[in-house]
Structures are given as C-alpha cells and as structure tokens.
C-alpha cells in the first residue's frame, strides 16, 4: 500500500545530494534500498495525492503511481549517444501526460524536484513534426486566443510567460510578419513555476501547491489540446 503524502523531507534530497557526489553503478547498487524508501515511496505517494485533483483539472490526464510505467521517470539515463556517461539522472521527475500520449513529448504536466531547483507545470516538450506545425498554425491562424492565453490574469500572476527552445530563423511556411513570431519559432511550449528553497516543498502542502499551479497552467494546455487534436 503507497505510504500517505508528508512532503520531500532530507532523506530525499540526501540521496541526490550524495549521487551527485557518487555517480556510479557501485555507489547506486549499495544504495539501491534507500533509493526505493527515501525517493521511489514518496513520489509514488506524492502521485497518488495528486490523482483525484488532477481529474477534477481534467479527466484526461493520467496519475499513474507505479514506479516502472507510471507517471514516474526512471533514474536511468539513456548514455547510448551522450557524452555524458552518467548513469544516473540527479533528480527526480514526474509527467502527467494525455492519455493520448505515449511517451514524453505528448501534452503534460510536469514536477522536477533537484536540490536548488524545484519547478512544476504544463505544455508539451519537443512534440512530433505534424503536432508542432499545428500548435504554430493554430498560433497563427488564432492569434487572439494565443494572446488570450499570454495575458490571462492567472497565468501572468504564476509563471514568467511561455518558454520553449527557439528556431533562429522563422519555421518554413511562415512570413517573417506573423504576429507572435517569436513563439512561432519554439520547438517546445510550456510555463513552469520554480520554487527554490521553499519550504512547502517538503510539506504536505505541496500538493496544493502544485495543483494550483497546474490550474493556472489550464489556458495554455487548452490551447495546445486544441492544436494537436486531443481533448481537455
């Protein structure tokens, strides 16, 4: 049974501290029992706290608190075609994605928690070539919608606006006057709320925290719901 929610205490941010220092197969294999109570066991409790809000935000959004296929992500890097040879991501993460996507480029909301940098939110991370070229033709076919989106009091007051990593030259079929071109360019769309140091990190209360975070992110993942075809 998925222990009750009580926040992110030290023990969890002990374990990425010290993996940081000890970024190897052997240090990870002696602390492998740690690694399931002090991380695995709170994120999958963290999920299933999560759950029933997340359904009243929206229906189609999976809390899955498994931690092999669920909305957890796995502490394995994929090394294969890095040159960074870590084997071990040094933090932890979870997406709650549509349940139209398979993977992690579907529309989602996120929680990254790593010591010194805790941020949460929703959009959709480097999407498929068709999904991308709607979410652009939708911004500029709609650009009042995508402007409503910018401006919603909610939005503006939680997050410092839309991020996303950037073409530099516009994308191929749009004039250099498209309104909103700089948005135009991303090949990512999301808004993020960072937390820093904050202590409701490691309460309970964390969990509202996030909820009201991913309520303010509703306006963009309505829009990018649109674009792409999938419900919200």
């Known amino acids: 049974m998925t222990e009750t929610f009580t926040g992110f205490g030290p023990a969890f941010w002990s374990?990425?501290?010290?993996?940081?220092?000890?970024?190897?197969?052997?240090?990870?294999?002696?602390?492998?029992?740690?690694?399931?109570?002090?991380?695995?066991a709170p994120i999958s409790?963290?999920?299933?706290?999560?759950?029933?809000?997340?359904?009243?935000?929206?229906?189609?959004?999976?809390?899955?608190?498994r931690p092999n296929k669920g909305s957890m992500f796995r502490i394995y890097r994929d090394v294969r075609f890095s040159k960074d040879k870590r084997p071990y991501k040094e933090h932890a993460a979870a997406q709650f994605r549509h349940h139209m996507g398979k993977d992690a480029h579907a529309p989602g909301f996120y929680?990254?928690?790593?010591?010194?940098?805790?941020?949460?939110?929703?959009?959709?991370?480097?999407?498929?070539?068709d999904s991308l070229r709607q979410i652009r033709e939708r911004i500029a076919t709609r650009p009042r919608k995508w402007q409503a989106v910018l401006e919603n009091q909610d939005f503006q007051a939680t997050f410092d606006g839309v991020r996303g990593d950037s073409l530099k030259r516009p994308p191929r079929g749009f004039p250099d006057d498209s309104p909103h071109?700089?948005?135009?360019?991303?090949?990512?769309f999301f808004?993020?709320?960072?937390?820093?140091?904050?202590?409701?990190?490691?309460?309970?209360?964390?969990?509202?925290?996030?909820?009201a975070t991913f309520t303010a992110a509703i306006p963009l993942m309505q829009f990018i719901s649109d674009a792409v075809g999938s419900e919200f």
């Open 15 to 40: 374990f990425f501290a010290e993996l940081k220092q000890n970024n190897n197969r052997d240090w990870f294999t002696d602390n492998k029992a740690r690694y399931q109570q002090d991380v695995v």
């Open 45 to 65: 409790a963290f999920i299933t706290a999560i759950a029933p809000k997340l359904h009243e935000i929206s229906p189609h959004y999976n809390a899955d608190p």
């Open 111 to 129: 929680v990254h928690l790593e010591p010194g940098n805790v941020m949460c939110g929703g959009g959709i991370w480097l999407p498929p070539g």
């Open 181 to 188: 071109m700089e948005d135009l360019k991303r090949k990512s």
């Open 191 to 211: 808004a993020m709320r960072t937390f820093d140091d904050d202590p409701v990190v490691r309460s309970n209360a964390f969990v509202d925290e996030v909820v």
